[in-house]
């Protein structure tokens, strides 16, 4: 039996605040193995990186996700008691819930509705002297998704429940008051959610039947019972808070047109491009850096021994950026996809396997529509232009977004929506 390479530190909580998204890798890299062992706020943790590794991680007979999410990321970001902490027949059920909800008629009528929400944006852009792009988008997603999921969200909310949503997204992976605003508007929003949870359930909230509000609140779980309020409430929140999240994918998307502007013409010419360069974008920059699990049972893999109830932590950003996967990684290129067949464990920005048996985010489709919808507007819908800013992303802080969350100016409605 081989010795998985460990790091010969009593632990490496600072250093992985050190190098954040990067981490991983550049310890494989010292190493030269897809796996190493360290410490992590004190609890021995085997890190793995790659494709081989990304398909035995999602092995669920090896490995169990209960007891894997730090209790931080619960508290901000997950929630308690939601579908990520769960495993086996209980885990299929609960995403058999989500995964109807991603017909593609319903995720048509989402996209179809971002879009109307960011066209109504550009009357109130065109009067302004410039428009913080991100903080823009993040309300386009709250009230797009929120009409969409059938939950009511007044005007005098909008702000609100964006700045809820969005502080749950930016708050894992930081420390401070960062955190705190995120553990703060988890609890306020859990509360929104089970409010209106409970008046579907009373009869006094009417839900159109396919909305997601009103399938989470009647959903039953194994033993024929409705779910808790409150864990109806984050499930609820694992709807709306992830689309909100794919603002930053909307922003990295305005980024690589910006930086390559090339590729906008050619988005133009042919339709079926916007595929590709969506999958680069994805690919190419930073969202999640990584994902949890535990050794459900132990187990040999490349001669290494993994035992029972150990930690586990897939790279997600350095498997996308894996020069054995990837020609050239460091540098943006859509044509890749062109010819690239379909693999469930080598592009995994929102995580690997299959949507129905494995962690896989149920909303990357709805993620990858929400940026086609803002290419059509970035390319043919509306002109911009960007002034000098300082659009450097720090790979220590988690989420990354770019230093000035992308301002444009002069925008102008070229076509309508």
């Not at 890190?47 to 991680?57: N, T």
């Not at 909008?158 to 960062?178: C, F, H, N, W, Y």
């Not at 089970?194 to 009869?203: S, T, Y």
């Not at 910006?258 to 994805?282: A, M, T, W």
């Amino acid at each position: 039996m081989r010795q998985i390479p460990a790091d010969n530190v009593p632990d490496s909580t600072l250093s992985l605040l050190f190098d954040g998204y990067e981490f991983i890798s550049k310890k494989c890299q010292k190493y030269q193995s897809d796996v190493f062992e360290t410490r992590l706020m004190l609890k021995k943790t085997i890190c793995m990186l790659g494709q081989e590794a990304c398909q035995v991680f999602y092995n669920n007979d090896l490995f169990q996700r209960e007891g894997a999410t730090p209790g931080r990321i619960q508290r901000t970001l997950f929630g308690q008691g939601g579908v990520q902490g769960m495993d086996g027949t209980a885990h299929r059920w609960r995403k058999q819930m989500f995964m109807s909800m991603m017909t593609p008629e319903s995720i048509k009528q989402l996209s179809d509705l971002v879009a109307d929400q960011w066209d109504a944006s550009i009357r109130k852009w065109e009067i302004m002297d410039s428009v913080v792009l991100f903080e823009e988008i993040k309300e386009i997603l709250c009230r797009a998704v929120c009409t969409w999921a059938g939950v009511p969200l007044a005007e005098s909310e909008v702000k609100q429940r964006t700045d809820e949503l969005s502080a749950m997204i930016d708050s894992p992976g930081a420390a401070g008051l960062r955190h705190w605003r995120g553990r703060i508007a988890r609890q306020r929003a859990e509360e929104w959610a089970g409010d209106l949870i409970e008046l579907v359930r009373f009869r006094n909230l009417e839900a159109p039947a396919e909305s997601a509000i009103n399938i989470i609140a009647w959903h039953r779980d194994l033993e024929n019972e409705l779910l808790d309020r409150q864990i109806a409430a984050v499930e609820l929140l694992n709807v709306l808070r992830p689309t909100v999240a794919a603002a930053r994918y909307v922003i990295f998307t305005a980024m690589a047109l910006h930086r390559y502007p090339e590729y906008g013409q050619r988005i133009r010419k042919e339709k079926s491009y916007d595929e590709f360069f969506v999958q680069e974008v994805r690919r190419y920059y930073p969202f999640f850096p990584f994902v949890a699990a535990r050794v459900k049972k132990e187990f040999e893999w490349k001669g290494y021994f993994f035992p029972t109830g150990r930690r586990v932590i897939l790279d997600l950003y350095g498997t996308n950026r894996d020069a054995r996967l990837w020609e050239s990684p460091d540098e943006f290129r859509p044509d890749r996809f062109e010819m690239r067949e379909e693999n469930a464990f080598d592009l995994i920005p929102q995580g690997g396997g299959d949507f129905y048996e494995n962690h896989r985010c149920p909303g990357e489709w709805i993620t990858m529509e929400i940026m086609k919808v803002a290419l059509r507007f970035f390319t043919e819908n509306m002109e911009y232009y960007v002034p000098e800013q300082d659009l450097s992303m720090d790979l220590t802080r988690v989420p990354a977004i770019p230093e000035s969350r992308f301002v444009i100016e002069g925008v102008h409605r070229k076509n309508p929506a």
